[in-house]
């Protein structure tokens, strides 16, 4: 069930200096994406976890995915080829199943360590510039849907695991582009369903959502014009460098300095 807030709660939560910090971490997060094209959940979801907790975190990331899930889909539906979309989307939502459970379950110190240090080796793949190479079977798009679907049920980083297969397939940019969108749009939708049916959409996760997205938003149209000069090894570097950072400090080893 969703938990509508009231005027107590919005009150609450301006009143809250986290809530400040909150709005930093969404602008930083907006702005990495706006320049990069990646990064968003990569930074959003360990500083927020250490901000609030995982299940915060999760919850406002997806509510602001959703809305632009929503907004997205209808432009890319003539682009994407859902022949391949909805296998690899299918097997993501059902292992999000169980990926919510890990959210709802485990201790969140425990699931903090783990944020960051997925978030690590995922950047550690994606700095390598590894890609898959070999045929799109079905067993492996299942299983690369699995792994998704896990990761995004549990913590809300759903995108590299899909990036790098999809990545090495002979489609065009534009065609990739279109069924990651797709893919992403239609997960969101489906967990938002998850989410609210495990309860993990309090009033709170819905305040963040309204005052953060919009910050989101606008942070990632001003980092699009402003690195529209640079070159895209730079812009990448810079992203790369700012995801490490924020998974490092999100570590619950350094709570005793800034909590």
């Known amino acids: 069930m969703i938990e509508l807030p009231d005027l107590a709660a919005f009150s609450a ?3 809250d200096p986290r809530t400040y910090a909150a709005m930093a971490v969404s602008i930083l997060a907006g702005v990495v994406r706006g320049f990069s094209g990646f990064g968003s959940a990569l930074i959003f979801v360990p500083l927020m976890s250490a901000i609030y907790d995982p299940r915060i975190a999760a919850g406002t990331f997806l509510l602001i995915d959703f809305a632009v899930g929503l907004a997205v889909l209808p432009t890319i539906g003539r682009e994407a080829h859902w022949r391949d979309v909805f296998p690899l ?9 169980f990926g919510a459970l890990i ?3 485990t201790d969140p110190t425990i699931l ?6 997925v978030v690590l080796v995922l950047l550690a793949v994606l700095m390598s510039g590894w890609r898959y ?3 799109p079977r079905m067993r492996v798009t299942l299983g690369v849907g699995a792994l998704a679907g896990t990761l995004g049920g549990a913590i809300q980083i759903v995108g590299p695991p899909v990036i790098v297969y999809w990545l090495g397939s002979s489609w065009s940019p534009t065609v990739i582009r279109a069924n990651l969108n797709a893919f992403f749009g239609v997960f969101a939708c489906a967990l938002f369903v998850t989410y609210v049916a495990r309860g993990l959409l309090p009033s709170q996760v819905i305040i963040l959502a309204l005052l953060l997205g919009p910050l989101q938003v606008l942070a990632l149209k001003g980092g699009a014009l402003m690195f529209r000069g640079s070159s895209a090894q730079t812009y990448r570097r810079a992203a790369y460098a700012i995801v490490a950072v924020s998974a490092l400090v999100s570590m619950p080893i350094w709570d005793h300095f800034f909590r």
């Open 103 to 105: 959210l709802i379950y």
């Open 112 to 117: 903090r360590w783990a944020i960051a240090i």
């Open 89 to 97: 989307a299918a097997a993501a939502v059902v292992a999000a199943q």
């Open 13 to 15: 939560t301006f009143a």
């Open 133 to 135: 190479h070999g045929r």
